[in-house]
Every structure is written in structure tokens, then in C-alpha cells.
């Protein structure tokens, strides 16, 4: 089985920080485009984040220059750095990658259980 982890969540004031990390282990053959979501109450899922294999990134519109994605390949991990935090940003957080398991010819998209940011004074 392959399995992601969220770490890094929690309560944090108005303009404060937060680093969400999301390790994948199992039976990896190989990790492929990598993402962040989140879902607050209410709402529908949307993409925070992706950075691909390759290193390039993109951003939702609302968390352009205050959210920076990563990665470390070595570590099979990425990383969601949240800078300037605004109440609009309380969310469930969620972790996606997509994995080419050991002996399989496709990749799968996982996902992580969730981990809760809230921004709030």
C-alpha cells in the first residue's frame, strides 16, 4: 500500500505561520505531480497548489505571494509554507500526489487524511 501523511496543522493568529509537510511511503515506484487542496466548511475542494516532477509550480489566485509549495524527492515529502495567514484561509488541508506503485505500469492520484488549519483571533 502507499499512504500520505499530513503534519503541521492548527490554530494560529491573523497574519501568523504555518508549514504543512505531506510524507508519502509504501510501496513507491516513482512520484509524479504533487498538490494541496483544501475544503472548508461549505465549500467545495479547491487546488491551493501543484508543483510537478519537474520543479514547476502554480498557485491559486488567492494564495499567490503569501503560500510557497515544495518538495524534497529524497524525502518523498512536500511542503505547503503559509505566510500572512487570513481567516479565508481556515480549511481542512489536504495532500495529493500522483504515484506509480513498484511493478505497476500507471500512477494512481492518493490522497492524505486532512489536516485542520485555523486562523482565527
Known amino acids: 500500500q502507499v499512504q500520505l501523511v499530513e503534519s503541521g496543522g492548527g490554530l494560529v493568529l491573523p497574519g501568523g505561520s504555518l508549514r504543512l509537510s505531506c510524507a508519502a511511503s509504501?510501496?513507491?515506484?516513482?512520484?509524479?505531480?504533487m498538490a494541496w487542496h483544501r475544503q472548508a466548511p461549505g465549500k467545495q475542494r479547491e487546488l491551493v497548489a501543484g508543483?510537478?516532477?519537474?520543479?514547476?509550480?502554480n498557485y491559486a489566485d488567492s494564495v499567490k505571494g503569501r503560500f510557497t509549495i515544495s518538495r524534497d524527492n529524497a524525502k518523498n515529502t512536500v511542503y505547503l509554507q503559509m505566510n500572512s495567514l487570513k481567516p479565508e484561509d481556515t480549511a481542512v488541508y489536504y495532500c495529493?500526489?500522483?504515484?506509480?506503485?513498484?511493478?505497476?505500469?500507471?500512477?494512481?492520484?492518493?490522497w492524505g487524511q486532512g489536516t485542520q488549519v485555523s486562523v482565527s483571533s
Open positions: 508543483i510537478t516532477s519537474g520543479g514547476s509550480t
Open positions: 495529493n500526489a500522483d504515484i506509480q506503485r513498484r511493478g505497476s505500469y500507471t500512477s494512481i492520484k492518493y
Open positions: 509504501g510501496s513507491i515506484f516513482s512520484i509524479y505531480n
